[in-house]
């Protein structure tokens, strides 16, 4: 049994919005997380895609593309953006190496 694979057997990548026939399985949003968290569900991803119906494919295929786009939370935002501020403009070598430019009095 693969990641995709629910306890009963069914693929739960499988699904076209809209169809009532074949309604999708799982949430679009999920999807891409566990793409993006979970490297075995991107290769059992890839395993089960070929197999898949053409409208199932056109389904998946920006989720898959999204899905390698890494998520990047505010809190990696902020860290970023004080780590630019904190070490802006320190120099260590050079004629004023380690001080000031007017002197550390």
Do not use: C
């Not at 904190?86 to 260590?92: A, E, H, L, P």
Request: no cysteine; charged share 30%.
């Amino acid at each position: 049994m693969g990641f995709w694979d629910s306890e009963s057997g069914d693929n739960l990548l499988k699904g076209v919005v809209g169809d009532t026939a074949n309604p999708p399985r799982m949430k679009d949003e999920y999807i891409v997380d566990f793409l993006r968290r979970i490297p075995e569900s991107r290769v059992d991803f890839n395993e089960k895609y070929p197999g898949m119906l053409t409208a199932e494919k056109t389904r998946l295929d920006p989720l898959s593309v999204s899905a390698m786009i890494p998520a990047v939370d505010a809190t990696t935002v902020e860290d970023n953006w004080q780590h630019r501020m904190v070490t802006k403009g320190i120099y260590t070598v050079g004629k004023n190496g380690g001080s000031r430019a007017g002197g550390n009095r």
